[in-house]
């Protein structure tokens, strides 16, 4: 039972000394270059292991972390979604000022329509009293 904790304890030391040398970068290594401590470990498993975390392992103790910028998915990245919002909060306000723009040239009259759309101007009086009439009777509804 002694010998199995002793083999399993070896394995450990030398897989985890291997997978911490794969994983580190090039330029952090001391002593030799990564490929080297690669074949020290791999050819010397315990004494390499032992060697590398010795020597050769950076100083900080926990293993470099790589960080890999990998696309993110559109609903998962935050600038995305900000151009996102940006640009439907952009053609929205484009949208309304086109309505006010449409609204405003459909209320504007157009040049040389009278009041009924005629086509013609207004000879004036319409028929109602206090309408263009007049100027003498404008004032006065006694003067007719």
Known sequence: MLRVAIAVAILAIYVYGLVDVIRTDAHLTRGFSKPTWIIMVVFLPIIGAALWFLIGRPRDSAPVQQTYRH??????????????????????????????????????????????????????????????????????PEIK
């Not at 484009?94 to 207004?122: F, N, T, V, Y």
């Open 71 to 140: 696309p993110t998915a559109p609903d998962d990245d935050p600038d995305f979604l900000r151009n996102l919002e940006q640009r439907r909060r952009n053609q929205a306000e484009a949208e309304r000022l086109r309505k006010l723009k449409d609204d405003l040239e459909s209320k504007k009259p157009k040049p040389g329509a009278g009041p009924h759309g005629s086509g013609r101007p207004s000879s004036g009086n319409t028929g109602t009293p206090g309408a263009a009439g007049d100027a003498s009777a404008e004032g006065n």
